[in-house]
């Protein structure tokens, strides 16, 4: 098996364990035809696993389609009824399954009663900017490359994010860490930037969290003088290899580690460092408290991105919303929550800023 078909197996495998027993419904829906391909592919790991699995006609066959929704919807009337109702439908191909999988976004408006058991969305790209139907969604798959999907969201009451974080986590930047600096190499003076203005002290110890290819690792380096230490923690093995010669430059160690689980001691750290990390935790509070467990009273947290918010959000085509974990309202509420009190924050378009300092206590 090569390791497009192993990423494809691991993937619908937790598909097929977040699908509950008994009877369900499966939508998914994405803005091309990938929708089809992955119900296909869903319905028949169902199948593998066991699982008795209508697959319901797919998009662009509205009578069909039409007239096989108001059968499953006459039949889960009956069957929720009881035994006294009144006749019963005769037998049918559809309306033996209990689990029916559906694909795209025609199946996705016309749910059965109760709605979809589990909305499955897949990102590729948008049709326009701003589009996005990811809101309500059970799972998030990104398939901008269809050889290699990743889940990027699970709702908690399908599977503990513990199940599936940290393996996709690695399979969305290990596809990606070979190119990444050829696509944002140069927002390395914005890096610099960001770590001038941050304030860290000379002969601190300060933590990359997330440093992926190394980018801001020259930048520490300068900050903190020939008297501190810089280091550099990711989680996925192909960005650290890429940030070899930006952790030797800056005479860096490099570390494999879990951002939630940090390998270091309590308070013992001056200042982290976090360019794009909160966006991808799984909880932001927990996250943040477990950088506030490394570091010192009065140390510092810087966190960065070479984007502003609005300019990502359109960049990756979905719209911006109000209590995501950056904006100011809510980051600031987690960071006090955790440990933390923001002290500075700065989102324009053509960078994320915001620091705070640790309050010595949650």
Known sequence: MDGAARRWAEVLD???????????????????????????????????????????????????????????????????AGPGAGPRLAPTPLLQQALVVADGPQWR?????????????????????????????????????????????????????????????RAFFAA???????????????????????GLPAGATVVDVGCGTGRALPALRAAVGPTGT??????????????????AAATAGLVLADARRLPFAAAGIDAIFAAGLIMHLPDTIAGLRELARVTRPGGRLVLFHPSGRAALAARHGRALRPDEPLAEGPLRISAVRAGWQVVHYDDPPDRFLAIAVRTGGE
Do not use: K
């Open 14 to 80: 937790l598909l097929v364990e977040v699908v509950p027993p008994g009877p369900a419904g499966v939508i998914v829906d994405s803005f091309d035809g990938h929708s089809r391909v992955v119900a296909d592919r869903l319905a028949a790991a169902l199948r593998a696993g066991g699982r008795s699995c209508a697959r319901l006609p797919s998009t662009g066959t509205p009578g069909p389609v039409s007239a096989g929704m108001a059968g499953l919807r006459r039949a889960q009337r009956l069957a929720q």
């Open 176 to 198: 990606r860490a070979a190119t990444w600096d050829s696509r944002f190499g140069d927002d390395q003076p914005a890096y610099a930037a960001a770590v001038a203005e941050s």
């Open 109 to 169: 408006a016309q749910a059965p009663d109760g709605g979809w058991t589990v909305v499955i969305w897949l990102r590729t790209q948008p049709p326009a900017a701003g589009a996005d139907r990811s809101a309500g969604a059970h799972v998030v798959i990104d398939l901008h490359d269809p050889g290699w999907p990743v889940i990027r969201h699970v709702d908690a009451a399908l599977t503990g994010r513990d199940r599936w974080y940290l393996a996709e986590s």
């Open 230 to 247: 810089v280091v550099g923690l990711d989680v996925t093995p192909q960005m650290l290899a890429v940030a070899g010669p930006n952790g």
